[in-house]
């Protein structure tokens, strides 16, 4: 076996000869077309990210961050290299260690390169970004998302930076997503995702790759290859020495470079971006870096036994803060004094960073400024849009409407998505095969695809990707339609979906909207067994941040579409192929109309007992009902939902029907363990324990994977036969305690 911890990678470059593969440097003919202003502004750049990064680890600040600090110092000169290459249109997005990137980034656009550069040290604009920047990784709310996002989770659209992530790879489908809106409207920038070693071998990485490679968009997959992923080493981790071979595989150029040299990262950037806003694609980055203290903190890794003193000695040697300002002079563009000029402008704009952020307290201890500790009472604002995106618009119901005619679910399903196209120029739909089969798996396409074919794309089987590339397009301002097929295959987009999509605006601190809809469907019922009949609606509800809404007829899919395409909030679509089949009327000339979000609907009146149900068991549960009024007299009034998360469901309607029936009974076709039942229970159990004549009950599917047999599918999911056989024992029940 090797011993992979006496690996020591100090030559940035072991490959041989690749498909693909550049090896980018920088050579005199390279430095001398660059401008003197930009070459300085560099080794500033390197400055400040460096002394910033330093102070964040000194002891009495580091007391001060809530949070883990993934320090950069190392890596500067990726960062700076690629802020050089870049306009401030450019997009970024990085990972938990990105104050380097965001910094640069945001100092590229707040403080560019000027004739003097010393005149920075007097510009507000750029000590307010310095000064936001600690502000935000010590949680305060002078910070760029008001320390709701901290270190990990950096945002400011205004310099390109549109979001760093800490789940690992995570920003790389979401990069797809933003390029593929800069693609659709030619704005000629590019996304760039950097990541780490450590990405390379996790499914997003991969997923979102192959996306951008698919639709041949701008953006740049940038490896920050620093040889350990926390203590494993990159070979230990993949087997390869350089990563950038990888390229090949997804068919894109694959570019090398020193991570120690600002200007080799520059070039390679400078061409990755050629190549990508040429139409060519996507291209990947390695950079040969490395981080000198631990993943987080500042203790050396020699310390923790995981590589040697040796190794990072080597590298030190290299360090560009040294190179830097050593080629400056020796090329006549500065003398010791400006070096040492530019050394303390930085210094000077990191102590008033700290200045700023920070106060002495009585026993002459640091402490964060007590006016910029966030109000700890506004903790749960920003989850959802303001819902300003709906004002004048009107919304209807049934009565509105004088001339109908009737059309199944998913032909008004079809009619209603490409409306959106048509009234809507960014509109697109992503999904598998939704280009094909005359509309998709499912016939949602179907006049899509005809009237607008460039805007309905076939995914490749990769939900993470498609996902994330809906994340990006629409917090880009786009409106994407994503379809997973099957809902049962969100799981494999778990991680885009929530821990993304879900966190994004909150995170962000209100700071982006959301507009995503995503179309999927429960098969449940048709023999496809255990990975395909899922009901995925508890779910989404377990996470904050998704509206959820369930329409069951015609008219309500088109009214609830349109709300879900309005919103600036993420929303599931969900659907259910038992629903795809109801008939029903909707408008002959209106399209348009709006169902508000968060209200249920009574499909049917009634005053012995309250059913609350959705998705398909409201078409059930209604012909129930109509048989138990004929047989047996029983007057039941049926809820159907709409709205299924948490926040959206309609309790003011729930709570009156109890207040007339004072029994619910709650159906659903999910199993127990992932049913909404107990917290709709609960809260009428709680809001309107003195009406109910006896406890809320509940019907759902057995807590079992569903099996493929017949009989047993039959078994394990709720039946119309248990639906009769709840609803009459809930009715006598009452009346015997009645009697
Ligand atoms: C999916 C996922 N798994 C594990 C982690 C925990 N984690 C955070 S950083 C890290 C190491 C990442 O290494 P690398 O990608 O090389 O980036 P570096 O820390 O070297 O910058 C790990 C395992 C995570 N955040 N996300």
Same mark, same amino acid.
């Given at each position: 076996m090797t011993n992979h911890n006496q690996v020591s990678n100090t030559d940035f470059f072991t490959g041989n000869d690749y498909p693909n593969i550049t090896k980018i440097?920088?050579?005199?003919?390279?430095?001398?077309?660059?401008?003197? =202003?930009?070459?300085?502004?560099? !080794?500033?750049?390197?400055?400040?990210?460096?002394?910033?990064?330093?102070?964040?680890?000194?002891?009495?600040?580091?007391?001060?961050?809530?949070?883990?600090?993934?320090?950069?110092?190392?890596?500067?000169?990726?960062?700076?290299?690629?802020?050089?290459?870049?306009?401030?249109?450019?997009?970024?997005?990085?990972?938990?260690?990105?104050?380097?990137?965001?910094?640069?980034?945001?100092v590229a656009h707040y403080g560019p390169p000027s004739k003097d550069i010393l005149s920075l040290a007097d510009s507000e604009i750029l000590k307010e970004c310095v000064r936001r920047t600690m502000a935000e990784i010590m949680g305060l709310n002078a910070g760029w998302v008001a320390g709701r996002g901290g270190s990990m989770?950096?945002?400011?659209?205004?310099?390109?930076?549109?979001?760093?992530?800490a789940i690992v790879a995570g920003n790389v489908p979401y990069a797809s997503g933003i390029a593929f809106a800069e693609k659709f409207r030619g704005t000629g920038n590019v996304a760039l995702a950097f990541?780490?070693?450590?990405?390379?071998?996790?499914?997003?990485?991969?997923?979102?790759?192959?996306?951008?490679?698919?639709?041949?968009?701008?953006?740049?997959?940038?490896?920050?290859?620093?040889?350990?992923?926390?203590?494993?080493?990159?070979?230990e981790a993949t087997s390869l020495g350089d990563l950038a071979i990888r390229a090949a595989g997804y068919n894109i150029p694959g570019l090398i470079v020193d991570g120690m040299n600002p200007l080799a990262v520059k070039r390679a950037v400078e061409l990755a971006k050629a190549h990508a806003v040429a139409g060519n694609g996507p291209v990947m980055i390695?950079?040969?870096?490395?981080? !000198?203290?631990?993943?987080?903190?500042?203790?050396?890794?020699?310390?923790?036994?995981?590589?040697?003193?040796?190794?990072?000695?080597a590298w030190a040697a290299r360090d560009p803060l040294n190179t830097a300002p050593r080629a400056l002079v020796r090329h006549g563009l500065l003398g010791q004094h400006d070096v040492d000029a530019i050394h303390k402008m930085a210094s000077d704009l990191v102590a008033d960073a700290v200045e700023f952020c920070t106060e002495m307290d009585e026993n002459e201890k640091r402490q964060a400024r007590p006016d910029l500790v966030p109000d700890p009472s506004i903790a749960s604002t920003c989850l959802w849009s303001?819902? !300003?995106?709906?004002?004048?618009?009107?919304?209807?119901?049934?009565?509105?409407?004088?001339?109908?005619?009737?059309?199944?679910?998913?032909?008004?399903?079809?009619?209603?998505?490409?409306?959106?196209?048509?009234?809507?120029?960014?509109?697109?739909?992503?999904?598998?095969?939704?280009?094909?089969?005359?509309?998709?798996?499912?016939?949602?396409?179907? =006049?899509?695809?005809k009237q607008f074919p460039d805007r309905v794309l076939n995914a490749p089987i990769a939900e993470g990707g498609f996902v994330g590339l809906g994340h990006g397009a629409a917090v880009s301002g786009m409106r994407p339609i994503i379809e997973i097929m099957f809902c049962d295959f969100a799981l494999i987009a778990a991680d885009e979906l929530f821990n993304q999509v879900a966190t994004c605006r909150y995170m962000y601190n209100g700071r982006v909207d959301v507009p995503l809809v995503v179309r999927s469907r429960c098969s449940a019922g048709r023999g496809y067994g255990a990975q395909h009949s899922g009901d995925t609606v508890g779910l989404f509800a377990l996470f904050p941040g998704w509206r959820i809404v369930a329409p069951t007829t015609p008219f309500d899919y088109i009214g609830l579409f349109n709300s879900a395409m309005r919103s600036l909030d993420p929303v599931l679509v969900m659907e259910h192929h038992e629903v795809d089949l109801i008939e029903?009327?909707?408008?002959? =000339?209106?399209?348009? !109309?709006?169902?508000?979000?968060?209200?249920?609907?009574?499909?049917?009146?009634?005053?012995?007992?309250?059913?609350?149900?959705?998705?398909?068991?409201?078409?059930?549960?209604?012909?129930?009902?109509?048989?138990?009024?004929?047989?047996?007299?029983? =007057?039941?009034?049926?809820?159907?939902?709409?709205s299924l998360d948490h926040d959206s469901l309609d309790f003011d309607t729930v709570l009156s029907s109890v207040k007339k029936t004072g029994q619910v009974?709650?159906?659903?076709?999910a199993m127990e363990t992932q049913s909404l039942g107990p917290f709709i229970a609960t809260q009428i159990h709680e809001r309107a324990q003195d009406q109910l004549k006896q406890p809320v009950r509940r019907l759902h599917s057995l807590s079992v994977p569903i099996p493929v047999s017949l009989v047993q599918e039959r078994t394990v999911l709720i039946s119309d036969e248990k639906i009769r056989e709840g609803i009459l024992q809930t009715v006598k029940r009452t009346a015997s305690i009645s009697t």
């Amino acid at each position: 076996m090797t011993n992979h911890n006496q690996v020591s990678n100090t030559d940035f470059f072991t490959g041989n000869d690749y498909p693909n593969i550049t090896k980018i440097q920088s050579d005199s003919a390279y430095w001398e077309n660059q401008g003197a =202003d930009q070459l300085v502004w560099g !080794y500033f750049c390197l400055e400040l990210i460096r002394q910033f990064e330093q102070k964040l680890l000194e002891r009495d600040i580091e007391r001060i961050v809530h949070g883990p600090i993934h320090s950069s110092v190392g890596q500067e000169a990726v960062a700076v290299g690629t802020a050089m290459a870049l306009s401030s249109e450019d997009k970024i997005t990085s990972t938990h260690r990105a104050h380097h990137h965001f910094l640069a980034k945001a100092v590229a656009h707040y403080g560019p390169p000027s004739k003097d550069i010393l005149s920075l040290a007097d510009s507000e604009i750029l000590k307010e970004c310095v000064r936001r920047t600690m502000a935000e990784i010590m949680g305060l709310n002078a910070g760029w998302v008001a320390g709701r996002g901290g270190s990990m989770h950096l945002f400011d659209d205004a310099s390109g930076n549109i979001g760093t992530q800490a789940i690992v790879a995570g920003n790389v489908p979401y990069a797809s997503g933003i390029a593929f809106a800069e693609k659709f409207r030619g704005t000629g920038n590019v996304a760039l995702a950097f990541f780490g070693d450590g990405a390379v071998s996790i499914g997003p990485y991969h997923e979102g790759i192959c996306i951008s490679k698919v639709y041949q968009l701008p953006t740049i997959f940038f490896i920050e290859n620093n040889l350990y992923g926390v203590s494993t080493n990159v070979r230990e981790a993949t087997s390869l020495g350089d990563l950038a071979i990888r390229a090949a595989g997804y068919n894109i150029p694959g570019l090398i470079v020193d991570g120690m040299n600002p200007l080799a990262v520059k070039r390679a950037v400078e061409l990755a971006k050629a190549h990508a806003v040429a139409g060519n694609g996507p291209v990947m980055i390695e950079a040969k870096t490395y981080r !000198y203290f631990h993943q987080s903190g500042g203790m050396p890794g020699s310390a923790f036994g995981y590589r040697t003193k040796k190794e990072e000695e080597a590298w030190a040697a290299r360090d560009p803060l040294n190179t830097a300002p050593r080629a400056l002079v020796r090329h006549g563009l500065l003398g010791q004094h400006d070096v040492d000029a530019i050394h303390k402008m930085a210094s000077d704009l990191v102590a008033d960073a700290v200045e700023f952020c920070t106060e002495m307290d009585e026993n002459e201890k640091r402490q964060a400024r007590p006016d910029l500790v966030p109000d700890p009472s506004i903790a749960s604002t920003c989850l959802w849009s303001d819902g !300003y995106e709906f004002e004048g618009i009107s919304f209807r119901d049934h009565s509105h409407f004088t001339e109908t005619r009737n059309v199944k679910v998913v032909t008004a399903k079809s009619k209603v998505i490409a409306r959106w196209m048509e009234t809507d120029p960014e509109t697109f739909v992503a999904g598998e095969d939704v280009a094909n089969l005359k509309g998709g798996p499912y016939g949602a396409t179907r =006049d899509a695809v005809k009237q607008f074919p460039d805007r309905v794309l076939n995914a490749p089987i990769a939900e993470g990707g498609f996902v994330g590339l809906g994340h990006g397009a629409a917090v880009s301002g786009m409106r994407p339609i994503i379809e997973i097929m099957f809902c049962d295959f969100a799981l494999i987009a778990a991680d885009e979906l929530f821990n993304q999509v879900a966190t994004c605006r909150y995170m962000y601190n209100g700071r982006v909207d959301v507009p995503l809809v995503v179309r999927s469907r429960c098969s449940a019922g048709r023999g496809y067994g255990a990975q395909h009949s899922g009901d995925t609606v508890g779910l989404f509800a377990l996470f904050p941040g998704w509206r959820i809404v369930a329409p069951t007829t015609p008219f309500d899919y088109i009214g609830l579409f349109n709300s879900a395409m309005r919103s600036l909030d993420p929303v599931l679509v969900m659907e259910h192929h038992e629903v795809d089949l109801i008939e029903g009327p909707v408008p002959v =000339d209106d399209l348009d !109309y709006c169902i508000p979000l968060g209200s249920a609907a009574i499909p049917r009146s009634g005053t012995d007992l309250t059913i609350v149900a959705y998705l398909s068991m409201v078409p059930r549960v209604l012909r129930i009902a109509e048989e138990l009024a004929s047989e047996e007299g029983i =007057d039941i009034e049926v809820i159907d939902l709409r709205s299924l998360d948490h926040d959206s469901l309609d309790f003011d309607t729930v709570l009156s029907s109890v207040k007339k029936t004072g029994q619910v009974l709650i159906v659903e076709q999910a199993m127990e363990t992932q049913s909404l039942g107990p917290f709709i229970a609960t809260q009428i159990h709680e809001r309107a324990q003195d009406q109910l004549k006896q406890p809320v009950r509940r019907l759902h599917s057995l807590s079992v994977p569903i099996p493929v047999s017949l009989v047993q599918e039959r078994t394990v999911l709720i039946s119309d036969e248990k639906i009769r056989e709840g609803i009459l024992q809930t009715v006598k029940r009452t009346a015997s305690i009645s009697t």
